[in-house]
């Protein structure tokens, strides 16, 4: 079993641009979680699917937008990249009502 | 407001010495509490949450309600317990899956 995967590992983005990173949950989680994490910073909550829904959303502006397909893997989109969007994205997957498994990351870069 | 807090940016300690990393937090009722560990160049992964009561590596967590703390543990620390640390309550809306709230971190360093 992969675990959790995210491609790509490391993104150069322009500001203004927009971007999509991509989440393969463990196999036999339903559930995916979005997370920021800043330099020096914990995880940030962005939101979560379940269903192909999203179902619990943090502080993060509607620029950030995602999307889960019938297979669980995820996506999320970032509209109109700041400077200040330059985090590690992380993406966490689990069967409902478990614990979280998190991924490696994207390295997001925006210039 | 509701807040997790790891005071300790840092923490070193020698190889057998006990460790403590501290997290307090600040909510409304009682959540479900977990710490989170990532060692060098591998991904976050689940060290242990407060209502299995295990103890995983040595580590034990005891969830004191009194002083809304979450403390983490070890009697004699090893070298290969260096790694960051997370505590994150799980403040998840009812009926929806788990929702982590993580601390700032605590970079643990065990020296030979």
């Known amino acids: 079993d992969a675990g959790v995967t995210q491609s790509p590992t490391h993104l150069i983005k322009t500001r203004g641009q927009q971007v999509t990173l991509r989440c393969s949950p463990k196999?036999?989680?339903?559930?995916v979680s979005w997370y920021q994490q800043a330099l020096g910073q914990g995880p940030q909550f962005i939101f979560q699917y379940y269903e192909e829904e999203e179902r619990q959303r943090g502080n993060f502006p509607d620029r950030f937008s995602g999307h889960q397909f019938p297979n669980y893997s995820s996506e999320l989109n970032v509209n109109a990249l700041l400077l200040g969007d330059s985090a590690l994205y992380l993406c966490?997957?689990?069967?409902?009502?478990?614990?979280?498994?998190f991924g490696n990351g994207t390295r997001l870069t925006v210039t | 407001a509701q807040r997790v807090t790891q005071p300790e940016k840092l923490l070193s300690v020698f190889k057998g010495a006990p460790v403590e990393l501290k997290c307090n937090y600040s909510?409304?009722?009682?959540?479900?509490l977990f710490w989170y560990v990532q060692y060098s160049r591998q991904r976050l992964q689940l060290l242990l949450r407060h209502i299995s009561r295990e103890s995983i590596k040595g580590f034990t967590a005891d969830l004191n309600k009194g002083e809304t703390s979450f403390h983490l543990k070890k009697p004699f620390a090893q070298e290969e317990d260096s790694a960051m640390y997370y505590c994150?309550?799980?403040?998840?809306?009812?009926?929806?899956?788990?929702?982590?709230?993580f601390g700032k971190g605590t970079l643990l360093t065990v020296n030979p």
């Open positions: 196999s036999g989680h339903d559930t």
């Open positions: 909510y409304s009722g009682s959540p479900e």
């Open positions: 994150a309550p799980d403040l998840r809306s009812r009926g929806s899956n788990y929702k982590l709230t």
């Open positions: 966490a997957s689990s069967p409902h009502g478990a614990p979280l498994h």
